[in-house]
């Protein structure tokens, strides 16, 4: 019986460990993807709706702001979307 508590508790813990390392890709993923995203709504300012573009820019906005009020943060943000528009 002590041997099957360990091995829940094993089980357990890399569960645990899955799951940090998944929201903290995850987390990563979703801080690198606003430079293709915001390349792509400068590249095809006419063919993305309105309403798409408004969502999209929203869904970035916790990124967006914060970097937009910092010179140095906006600068790096600036120039890693630039590197995206280069690139599409």
Known sequence: MFTFFLIDRRILFRGVCYCGLLTLLLALTY???????????????????????????????PIYYPCNGSKPFYNQLYSYITFWRKLM
């Open 31 to 61: 801080v690198l993807s606003i430079g293709p995203a915001y390349a792509y709504l400068i590249n095809h300012f006419g063919t993305v709706s309105e309403q798409t573009s408004d969502r999209i820019l929203s869904f970035y906005s």
